[in-house]
């Protein structure tokens, strides 16, 4: 069977992370460059800055850009999917619950993939709200209307998320009436948990990466729901998604990182080990500096 190179390119949470993608994150982690300059950007505009790097390390909430620039890289893919597999539709930028208009619509004028809601199968919307990651998907196909969330929570559908957007009312797309008399499907997840802790972040990119619109205990993204196992699990897909992130084609600053890890590579381990301790000494009193926040 043909797999589709966008399957092939999900990052796999058992496989250890390869030493070339090690060496690659640690050489952006003991760049001595200063923490306001940018390290990544692409055409629509989505940027990281050196601060942002070190949110990746594990006991730190990723950084809603990183965020945004997972969404970027995931629509990016989309156009090595083959043309029976469900095209996906990723909003842009990670939402604020009072953006989806405005947002939607930046999307469908800058994205290669055709704008044409009625040639997609899944909008997706990465969710931010009061600091936690989820992320609604409509399937315009059946039609259907999802909400993937990792965090178990109580109450109604409408208090926990509010009503369904109304981006579908500006298309006019055709699912629109039938979407609005369904409730949200709230997915149980087998990997969910009770509270949400530094890798909210991770959960929502890995679920963007992993599903594809399958109903509920049809989909795997690896995880347990058991925390001393996916704590591991979460170390290896932060060096991963780093790792995919900086090596991207998009990535205006590709040069300067490949360039930069090619000097790394020049240096012994323990030449290694020397620049990585003083970025985490600089970082530390940075830090500080700003009252405790990283990025």
């Known amino acids: 069977m043909i797999c589709s190179p966008y399957m092939e390119r999900i990052a796999k949470i058992k496989d250890r992370v390869k030493a070339d993608e090690l060496v690659l994150c640690n050489s952006i982690f003991a760049s001595k460059r200063d923490t306001k300059e940018k390290v990544w950007e692409n055409d629509m505009g989505d940027v990281l800055y050196q601060s942002d790097v070190y949110t990746f390390k594990s006991n730190f909430y990723i950084n809603w850009r990183i965020v945004n620039c997972w969404i970027s890289i995931m629509n990016a893919r989309e156009c090595l999917k083959l043309d029976e597999s469900p095209a996906r539709l990723f909003l842009h930028r990670i939402v604020w619950m009072n953006q989806f208009n405005m947002l939607f619509t930046a999307t469908c004028n800058n994205l290669d993939i055709n704008p044409n809601l009625r040639s997609i199968g899944l909008v997706i919307f990465p969710i931010i709200n009061q600091g936690k990651y989820y992320m609604l998907c409509f399937d315009l196909k059946k039609p259907s209307y999802v909400l993937i969330d990792h965090i178990v929570r109580m109450g109604t559908t409408a208090n926990r998320y509010g009503p369904i957007p109304l981006t579908l009312k500006s298309q006019r797309h055709s699912s629109l009436k039938a979407l609005s008399k369904m409730e949200a499907n709230i997915q149980n997840l087998p990997w ?29 993204t690896g995880l347990t729901g058991k925390e001393m196992i996916d704590s591991a699990a979460f170390l290896g897909l932060r060096y991963k998604y780093m790792a995919a992130i900086f090596t991207s084609v998009i990535n205006k600053f590709k040069e300067m990182i490949d360039k930069e890890l090619t000097e790394f590579k020049k240096l012994d381990e323990n030449g290694r080990a020397k620049l990585l301790a003083e970025a985490e000494s600089r970082n530390l009193k940075n830090k500080r500096k700003r009252g405790g926040r990283i990025g």
């Open 192 to 220: 969910s948990v009770i509270k949400s802790g530094d890798n909210c972040g991770l959960y929502l990119m890995r679920h963007m990466e992993c599903y594809m619109g399958e109903r509920e205990g049809m989909w795997e």
